[in-house]
């Protein structure tokens, strides 16, 4: 569904990432895990389209897209929840959602993955307060509306940077259930999460990042054990 090969970005002339390579098969939850400064948003914005690719190629559903703009990237199944939420605070909870209803119907047409009734059924809180202007709601519930709206973009990919700084545990457990209803429909999740325990408890696998590049592709017991693993540990903590 997903495959990088040899991708090199980074912010202007800045080289950041270098020779990524990496692979998502249809409704895989993968995770990437690094220490602070690693690449990981980075990456994650480089697979958006927000920051542009140097070199390699960015394949999505047999699509090359590594030269495709970042409003193009959502019509290949792609959404994602970034590290800053880009909601509009002065409007309303439906109105925030309402653009990328209409995009996300207009590339897939009838066959919706997410319809209206799907999110609320997802998030009640949607459902009560969709009137309610976004500057309004809590921090944890804003980024219940930027999940939404990623989902309405009708993706077969979800990638998301740190879903849960920030928040309150409570509303933490909130968002990792939806995640794991999301994972049962069979949708694909990149992860990025500073909280390993998070991490594991959704992906069956991680990549691991370290100055820029993938230092260790973690599998099956490796990754459930990570913090366990001297040598892994070490990797994500950057030492
Ligand atoms: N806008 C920018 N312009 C130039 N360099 C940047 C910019 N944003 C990040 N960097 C640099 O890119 C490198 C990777 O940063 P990135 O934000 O991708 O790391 P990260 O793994 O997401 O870290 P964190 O865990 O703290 O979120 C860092 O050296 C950082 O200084
Ligand atoms: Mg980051």
């Known amino acids: 569904m997903l495959t990088v090969e040899g991708l090199t970005a980074g912010y202007g002339p800045l080289v950041i990432l270098r020779d990524i390579s990496l692979k998502m098969l249809k409704g895989e939850a993968v995770a990437i895990v690094g220490a602070n400064g690693a690449g990981k948003t980075t990456l994650v914005r480089a697979l958006c389209g927000l920051n542009r690719a140097h070199g390699g190629r960015i394949v999505k559903n047999g699509i090359d897209i590594t030269g495709f703009p970042a409003h193009a990237r959502p019509r290949h199944g792609m959404a994602a929840l970034l590290e800053n939420r880009r909601l509009f605070g002065e409007f309303t909870v439906r109105d925030n959602l309402r653009l990328a209803e209409e995009a996300g119907r207009k590339h897939r047409g009838r066959d919706l993955r997410f319809t209206w009734d799907d999110i609320c059924d997802l998030f009640p809180m949607i459902g009560?307060?969709?009137?309610?202007?976004?500057?309004?709601?809590?921090?944890?519930?804003?980024?219940?509306?930027?999940?939404?709206?990623?989902?309405?973009?009708?993706?077969?990919?979800?990638?998301?940077?740190?879903?849960?700084?920030?928040?309150?545990?409570?509303?933490?457990?909130?968002?990792?259930?939806?995640?794991?209803?999301?994972?049962?429909?069979?949708?694909?999740?990149?992860?990025?999460?500073?909280?390993?325990?998070?991490?594991?408890?959704?992906?069956?696998?991680?990549?691991?990042?370290?100055?820029?590049?993938?230092?260790h592709d973690v599998q099956g017991n490796e990754w459930r054990s990570f913090m366990q693993d001297e040598r892994l540990a070490k990797a994500f903590l950057g030492q």
Request: proline content about 3%; glycine content about 10%.
């Open 128 to 215: 009560e307060r969709e009137r309610t202007r976004v500057e309004l709601l809590s921090g944890g519930q804003q980024q219940m509306v930027a999940i939404a709206r990623g989902l309405l973009l009708q993706p077969d990919l979800l990638i998301l940077d740190e879903p849960s700084t920030g928040l309150a545990p409570k509303v933490v457990k909130e968002i990792l259930q939806v995640l794991h209803n999301l994972r049962a429909r069979g949708m694909g999740i990149l992860l990025v999460e500073q909280n390993v325990g998070i991490s594991i408890e959704i992906t069956d696998r991680a990549y691991v990042m370290s100055l820029g590049r993938i230092v």
